[in-house]
């Protein structure tokens, strides 16, 4: 038997450049790198930090690439397509002699030149690797990664991904998307008053603070967790996550002592709790019983758990080493196309995905999900 392939899988979103390094199929000698490379501040950067970011990985060349992205959606291109075809002409650009491939909201996997041609089949796809590689490992969960800036909530049974939703707006609508991170979420979207020495106090509507000054301050989060510049450019403490969140109501850490400000942060992580509450109440109102288990990942990992605890819901693990969970979507499209090119024969043609994995749940009807033309939707 020929050895497995060698790949590289890559996250490329809009604050974090991501890959992990999966050596003939072995997870425990994968290795991962991320970069922080705000996309909307630096695009112009992302061809040099994805060659810094393969670097890091300290890996030979591989016999190809798997990608899922988030980036198209920040605000500095026109539209989705437009941040597709950027994210893959940097792709190119930097890999010239490697073969690319996307994971599409199809759940298959095309060359770079096929996605150039459908640009928006490929945006926000990277759950999907995560689920289709979940569901190959744990069969029956409800898949809850709560992440820096969103929180996927994914029910998966007997191996297949029962996702309702394929594009962004599709996902949020049925629940399965919560605009809400642990990190960069912006706390006046998490509550338009909070409890201020015994009234109800409207929040600023600026950008003073992020959720990741919450969770410094109740210890839940690290400075070295950010991964992004605080929302002042000032440092990750305490003191400093103390005076942002103060700015929150127009004060200051002068006004408000630390006892106010932590009392604030509890509020805060409970009304952002709520939210994923509500997103796994919504989707588990769907499905046939309510016994699936918890699988809880990402760097807000402690919310979801917490969220599964309130619910009574078991947990399940993952049996992945704890090193490369953080970038689960890498891992997973990387999975995916190993498995591809495993199988792939001489007389497969180019573009073709591969066949359906157990994982991938009942094909979609013509014009559903993600064969809607790029003029809708999302």
């Known amino acids: 038997m020929a050895p497995l392939a060698e790949v590289v899988g890559w996250d490329v979103g809009g604050a974090h450049t ?28 992302l061809p040099a930090v994805l060659g810094n970011v393969f670097a890091s990985l300290g890996a030979g060349r591989p016999d190809a690439m798997a990608v899922t992205m988030t980036a198209e959606l920040a605000d500095v291109f026109e539209s989705k397509r437009q941040g597709v075809l950027f994210v893959l002409n940097a792709l190119r650009t930097s890999f010239p002699d490697v073969e690319i491939w996307l994971l599409g909201l199809d759940r298959k996997l095309h060359t770079l030149e ?35 800036t969103t929180t996927d909530v994914i029910p998966i049974r007997e191996g297949r991904v029962l996702a309702e939703g394929s594009t962004d707006v599709e996902r949020l609508a049925a629940g399965e998307l919560v ?35 919450v969770y410094t301050l109740l210890g839940m989060l690290s400075p070295g967790d950010y991964g992004v510049p605080a929302a ?19 004060a200051d850490a002068d006004t408000l ?9 509890r509020y805060l992580h409970e009304k952002q709790l709520q939210q994923v509450l509500e997103a796994m109440y919504q989707v588990r109102s769907r499905l046939p019983g309510d016994d699936l288990p918890l699988l809880a990942v990402g760097s807000g990992r402690f919310l979801a758990v917490e969220a599964g605890r309130r619910l009574g819901l078991p947990l399940v693990a993952l049996d992945v080493p704890s090193a490369i969970l953080p970038v689960l979507p890498c891992l997973g499209v990387a999975a995916l196309l190993e498995r591809h090119l495993e199988r792939r024969g001489p007389e497969r043609a180019e573009g073709q995905g591969p066949e359906r994995s157990e994982g991938q749940g009942p094909e979609r009807s013509e014009g559903q999900g993600p064969e809607r033309s790029e003029g809708g939707g999302a």
């Open 114 to 148: 096929a996605a150039m041609r459908r640009p928006t089949l490929f945006a926000a796809a990277n759950w999907l690797a995560s689920a289709l590689f979940v569901a190959g490992r744990v069969p029956d969960c409800l898949l809850v990664d709560a992440g820096s």
């Open 232 to 250: 002042d450019g000032g440092p990750k403490t305490v003191a400093g996550a103390e005076r942002r969140l103060a700015r929150l109501v127009c």
């Open 179 to 213: 605009y809400t991170g642990v990190v960069r979420t912006n706390p006046n979207t998490i509550a338009a008053r909070v409890p201020i020495r015994g009234r109800p106090c409207p929040v600023a509507a600026e950008s003073f603070s992020m959720m990741a000054d």
């Open 18 to 45: 991501k890959a992990v390094w999966l050596p003939g199929g072995s997870l425990e000698r994968a290795r991962s790198a991320s970069r922080v490379l705000e996309i909307w501040r630096a695009g112009d950067e």
């Open 257 to 265: 002592g630390s006892g106010e400000l932590h009392g604030l942060a």
